[in-house]
């Protein structure tokens, strides 16, 4: 590090201040027990925290911190932590996705405002992730994201059960009789026994992968379980690696590129990801300037399989995943298909092919993400090839990941998840059968009289980014409760919320235009035939256009649900589903320029 290096540091506008205004500042610090001698001018590094009680999947890391700070001390930086607000959607109403782009901004703001060089982002639950991008991209800082792994698996009555998806499940099983009110109460402690985030392959699990596809979380470390040692290790050494960075002006702009998300797509399309990761892509991608579009998560995955055996598409779980070689072997399999930019650079410095070229799809991926070394063995009983398949012989085929449909029902697009669909329900026309919300619908679920079928498309409207607001996980609506006793597995369901990523089922989800906003969806009366076709992308209302201006022409907006708060301010600047829900005025990169000094 040369004096010139210490000199320029953005940190040293406060604590190399001479005089008065560099007092203030240092002096202040060192109440903490803070040295004179950290303010030489070395790299101040934030740890931002979202750690949270009210969060339970990121309850732990402050712990995770601790790591992080080890590794920033030794590599001669001062690490200083600071806590952000956590959206955690396990206990936030009415959706942590309302508060995402509030984190984003306090994140951002946090970072700008303060004497840091680099900043090392700390999330877990699924909103805390892309939030913290959204914010770092924006300052363009180095940043490195370190995520707080997923929860071990669950365990009932001797089988496996994941987190979410087996809500659902039990849900259904209740409903059936097959499951008694104090099976399912025991059940529910079997389902999360560590800390963690969701360890089935729902948004949680879904965008530490996609941080650690965009070079943005060191390599190997987005399926560590929470609780493993190698978790803290990760963590230690993204601490080590974010001087580094600051050292080498490695920032978001240069990793967050075009070629980036494009890897980020196909990866969620093998690893059989979350819809929700098509939204947070394209909000992430807007706030460095990158051109992401929906229509990109179609065209950039049909040659794309689904390599990756987890709930809720399939029967393993993240703690499998992991042992079975976790990211890095679905990427190397990825890379001898020439399906990756391999020459993009990540946060360690090196390119997607080096970090991934070799990784081995086995037993356990040891120390790789870490050092890059030959893993260790022996962590587990699965074999590797049950949870991360070939391409040449895939889980599922190409072809079967998230679709993006248009039509006169959708004509800003939709979309829907291949492989946690029915295949028969992929080509479908049905009578509509319409709820203003989710609420009227669950009134009427359990009505053993309600006049709903097999065939009925049941559409769900006003759950949107504006209409809600906040876009809810309330598409995969549970089956009518008369439907599932008679053995009714699945429904086509069309909504313009969205779905959890630990759910299944055919969903079509982030109808756009909104109805709240006088989307088509809007238009929907009950028994209008719908008619869904995933293989040629399409969903649309078999109505004429004469009877639809009809119906617009007689449509009333709904009335503003707030008028004050932040509610309001989110209604009002909310982009719609197909452009990633993020505020319009966030979007872009405002840089890091050192504020003002009031002193």
């Known amino acids: 590090m040369t004096d010139d290096q210490q000199t320029s540091r953005r940190s040293q506008a406060w604590f190399g201040a001479q005089g008065r205004s560099g007092m203030v500042y240092r002096s202040w610090m060192r109440n903490q027990g803070l040295g004179h001698e950290v303010f030489d001018g070395r790299p101040v590094i934030g740890i931002a925290t979202s750690a949270s009680e009210l969060a339970p999947c990121n309850a732990h890391l402050t712990r995770v911190a601790e790591a992080v700070k080890r590794g920033v001390w030794q590599a001669g930086g001062l690490p200083l932590a600071f806590p952000t607000m956590a959206t955690g959607e396990t206990l936030m109403r009415p959706t942590a996705m309302l508060y995402r782009n509030l984190m984003a901004m306090e994140v951002e703001e946090l970072i700008r405002a303060n004497p840091l060089d680099g900043v090392v982002l700390l999330s877990g639950c699924d909103k805390t992730t892309p939030a913290m991008l959204m914010g770092a991209a924006s300052v363009d800082l180095p940043a490195v994201m370190v995520t707080g792994g997923p929860m071990l698996n669950g365990k009932y009555r001797g089988q496996d059960v994941g987190s979410g998806t087996h809500v659902w499940k039990f849900e259904e099983d209740l409903k059936t009789g097959r499951m008694t009110e104090e099976e399912c109460f025991f059940a529910e402690g079997c389902m999360a026994r560590s800390e963690g985030h969701c360890m089935t392959m729902g948004t949680a699990s879904t965008m530490a992968c996609m941080a650690e596809a965009l070079g943005m979380q060191l390599p190997g470390s987005a399926a560590w379980p929470a609780v493993d040692s190698r978790r803290m290790e990760t963590a230690q050494a993204a601490g080590q690696r974010i001087v580094r960075m600051v050292e080498e002006e490695l920032r978001p702009s240069h990793i967050l590129t075009r070629e980036a998300f494009e890897n980020a797509i196909r990866v969620n399309a093998a690893i059989g990801g979350s819809t929700n990761a098509v939204i947070h892509l394209i909000a992430i991608a807007g706030r460095v300037g990158v051109e992401l579009g929906l229509q990109d998560f179609d065209d950039l995955v049909r040659a794309v399989p689904t390599l990756v055996n987890l709930m809720p598409s399939g029967r393993y779980l993240m703690e499998d995943f992991c042992y079975a070689g976790g990211l890095p072997a679905v990427m190397a399999e990825l890379l001898s298909g020439k399906l990756l930019h391999g020459e993009q650079i990540t946060v360690n410095g090196r390119t997607v092919a080096e970090n991934n070229g070799t990784a081995e799809n086995t037993r356990n991926i040891g120390n790789t993400g870490i050092t890059g070394n030959a893993g260790r063995t022996g962590d587990a009983e699965r074999v590797g090839s049950d949870v991360i398949t070939g391409l040449a012989a895939p889980f599922q085929p190409a072809g079967t990941g998230i679709a993006v449909l248009r039509g006169n029902l959708c004509p800003d697009g939709a979309v829907i998840k291949q492989s946690a669909a029915s295949p028969h329900l992929l080509t479908h026309r049905g009578p509509a059968r319409v709820f203003d919300s989710p609420e009227a619908y669950h009134e009427v679920a359990d009505d053993p009289e309600l006049d709903i079928d097999e065939n009925t498309v049941i559409v769900i409207r006003n759950a949107g980014p504006k209409g809600y607001p906040g876009m809810p996980e309330v598409s995969n609506v549970p089956l009518p409760a008369k439907l599932l006793k008679a053995g ?101 990169s405002r840089g890091h320029e050192v504020p003002r000094d009031s002193h």
Do not use: I
């Open 488 to 588: 009714v597995k699945d429904m086509v369901r069309v909504c313009d919320g969205r779905m959890s990523g630990t759910g299944y089922g055919t969903v079509v989800l982030h109808v756009a235009p909104e109805a709240a906003v006088g989307g088509p969806l809007a238009l929907v009366r009950d028994g209008d035939p719908v008619v869904l076709d995933v293989p040629n992308r399409t969903l649309r209302l078999d109505v004429d256009d004469a009877e639809l201006t009809r119906r617009r022409q007689a449509w009333r907006a709904p009335a503003e649900r707030h008028t004050s708060g932040y509610a309001w301010l989110y209604a009002q600047h909310v982009q719609q589903a197909d452009q990633g829900a993020d505020f319009g005025f966030l979007r872009g």
